[in-house]
């Protein structure tokens, strides 16, 4: 197989990489925040609190958990197109819909979904990932060309698991490691990543 | 027959939660994960469904599988999947790679066409992907099943 490096777009720099604010430092986190509540989602929201107490519904967990995620989000909105954190977010409401929800799952922790933003921040990324989740509260990244495959579980603490699935004329290459984020793209190199991230999409501009 | 090893020749079938499903940034449906065949922490074996316990041809099974599984404890939710496999393929995927899985029927009180999938591998991230890619990726959509649920009788159609 040809291996073709990565180019990444971003300077590749150890970490800390990228500082992620904390939620309450941002205006735009508090203006989300607020707008929650006027919509009648008068439920607090708790940066940082675990999602994980068993003692609250599912349904509140999930709520729990999509408010903590749309905060980090909201917190380096700067980062971000309008219209990508839109789509961004309507992915979040579909994939921790409760009627939709593996009542045996954990709901995504804020510190997977803080690895993922990082994943998101440092890789130049131009298309959005698809966003799914492990069953023990982990955030999955995943892109699609063709059948070419690759899915990267977002640990707590910048830890990736990633698994590629990519076929060279008729034969199946099959990859999986895990790896601090910032040698990410050093070990997806081999395998061309910019086919998954380098495309924009159809809807995905903005 | 409970315990009995499926024929090489039959199908099962997965439920997939929608977290689990393969999609694009549009959220449109293109396979399953492989994380989707991952067991649990304390689950001795992974859950699936008997296609060839119901009768007719494949699509009343397929239909008949998809009502039984919404009749169990599962619940599936409306943008969840089913994935099914063939059981010679999952064994032969499996042997390749060293690992002597079993695919036994086990019927559950609220799931008689249950199977358990036995022996699975808790550390092997790159079969989930081959199964997901390849072996266990035909794909069924819930939303595309029509409106019902039945219970799976206690006797297999065959």
């Known amino acids: ?206 | 027959m409970k315990g009995q090893r499926l024929p090489a020749k039959d199908h099962v079938v997965r439920y997939v939660p929608f977290s689990r499903l393969r999609r694009d940034e549009n959220d449109n449906v293109l396979g399953v994960l492989g994380l989707a065949f991952k067991l649990r922490d304390q689950e001795p074996y992974l859950s699936a469904t008997w296609l060839e316990y119901f009768p007719g041809g494949r699509a009343e099974q397929v239909k008949a599988a998809v009502w039984a599984i919404r009749a169990s404890e599962l619940r599936p939710g409306g943008k969840s999947g089913f994935a099914i496999g063939n059981v010679g393929a999952i064994l032969r995927v499996c042997a390749d790679r060293k690992h002597k899985i079993r695919i036994v029927h086990e019927p559950e009180d609220d799931n008689k066409a249950h199977v358990a999938v036995r022996r699975m591998p808790r550390d092997d991230a790159d079969l989930l992907e081959i199964l997901a890619a390849e072996t266990w990726a035909e794909l069924v959509l819930n939303r595309d099943i029509e409106p019902g649920q039945q219970a799976a009788t206690d006797k297999p159609a065959t």
């Open chain 1, 1 to 206: 197989m040809t291996e073709v490096s990565a180019s990444p777009v971003r300077p590749h720099r150890e970490n800390p990489f990228i500082a992620i604010p904390s939620v309450s430092a941002s205006e735009y986190a508090e203006s989300i925040r607020t707008a929650m509540m006027r919509a009648g989602l008068t439920q607090e929201v708790r940066p940082g609190v675990a999602v994980s107490a068993r003692s609250r519904s599912l349904e509140e967990q999930l709520f729990d958990s999509r408010a903590a995620a749309k905060l980090r989000v909201a917190s380096v909105a700067m980062h971000l197109s309008t219209a990508w954190r839109e789509r961004f977010f309507a992915q979040l409401d579909a994939l921790l819909n409760a009627e939709d929800w593996d009542r045996l799952d954990e709901p995504i922790s804020e510190k997977s979904f803080a690895t993922l933003l990082r994943l998101l921040l440092l890789v130049p990324v131009k298309r959005r990932p698809g966003l799914g989740a492990t069953s023990d509260g982990h955030v999955v990244a995943m892109w699609t060309v063709g059948k070419n495959r690759l899915t990267i579980e977002c640990l707590p603490g910048d830890v990736v698991r990633w698994a590629i699935v990519q076929y060279v004329d008729r034969d199946r290459d099959t990859a999986v490691g895990e790896t601090a984020l910032p040698r990410l793209l050093d070990r997806l190199g081999p395998y061309n990543p910019q086919q998954w991230f380098a495309d924009e999409g159809t809807e995905a501009s903005g």
